[in-house]
Structure formats: C-alpha cells, structure tokens
C-alpha cells in the first residue's frame, strides 16, 4: 500500500475509535479542524485527497462502469444549499443538544452516515468522488482556504 492509503487507513481507525470506543462526539469537530490545518499549512487539499474517510471509502467502493458516467456539473445552488444544510445541522445540533452527548453523539454520527451514504449514491450515478468534487461542505471550505492562501503568496 502507497503512503496516502496508510494515511486514509490510519484516520479512518482513529476516527472510528473516538467516535466509538471513546464516544467523543466532538470527533466530527476534530476531523474538520484537522482538515483545515492540514490544508492551511500544505497549501492543497491533500486531506480530501489522501485522508478524508468518506474519499477513502468511495475510492475502495468505487467500481469502473463500461458505458461511462454522465457528465454533470451539479448546479451552485445544490452545493450551496447542501452546505448551508450541513453547517445548520452541526451547529443547531451542538447547540441544542450541548448537554445532552448522547443525543449530541447520535446527531453526530447520523451526519456522517448521511453524508457518506449521499457521496456513494452521487459516485454510483454519475462519477468517482462525485461527492468530494463538487458537493462536500467540508471540500467546500478547504477550496476556501487554498484560494485565499495562493491569494497571499
């Protein structure tokens, strides 16, 4: 295995083990920060592309069809409104369910699934890491960031 796929790996297991095993339901809050650091400091998005879980996790799912995908170009408006909907979602779940880490932790949980589950949906229809490409509030925020880091230099 190549070094981006022992990095995927890797996360992968530490993600699953503070969610799980150590019930953190703030490791949702340490991958983006992490991502955000990661990509601040290389000046790419080398997270989306070599750590992210749920990328890790369409490359492995990921099946070459014969006929090929279709070419879309989902509209701005889905990936706005995707984002809005996910960064609510994280925000009104943290502050509504603050003291509450068990209902905190299944909100938690249930926005990883859900976007892992949208990704793979997305992938089978139209193209590999459709998701991470055009939809990802996260990838969203990292674009962000690359672009106002080369802004800088």
């Known amino acids: 295995m190549n070094k981006s796929i022992h990095q995927a790996v890797l996360f992968c297991w530490l993600v699953l083990v503070s969610m799980f095993f150590l019930k953190l339901w703030y490791t949702i ?8 650091v990661m990509t601040f400091t290389q000046r790419k998005r080398s997270y989306c592309a070599n750590v992210c879980p749920i990328g890790y996790i369409q490359d492995r799912m990921h099946k070459p069809r014969e006929t090929g995908y ?4 989902p509209p701005s408006l889905l990936r706005k409104v995707i ?9 009104v779940s ?18 990883m699934l859900f976007s ?3 990704a ?3 992938q089978h229809f139209y193209r590999k890491r459709f998701w991470c490409s ?3 509030p996260v990838g969203t925020v990292l674009k ?3 672009k106002f880091r080369y802004r800088q230099t």
């Open 29 to 36: 809050l340490w991958v983006i920060l992490f991502a955000i």
């Open 70 to 73: 279709k070419k879309v170009n």
């Open 83 to 91: 984002f809005l909907l996910f960064w609510s979602y994280l925000i």
């Open 94 to 111: 943290i502050a509504l369910f603050y003291n509450r880490t068990d209902l905190l932790w299944a909100n938690m949980l249930q926005l």
């Open 116 to 118: 892992l589950l949208t």
């Open 120 to 122: 793979l949906l997305l």
């Open 134 to 136: 055009f939809v990802c």
């Open 144 to 146: 962000g960031i690359v």
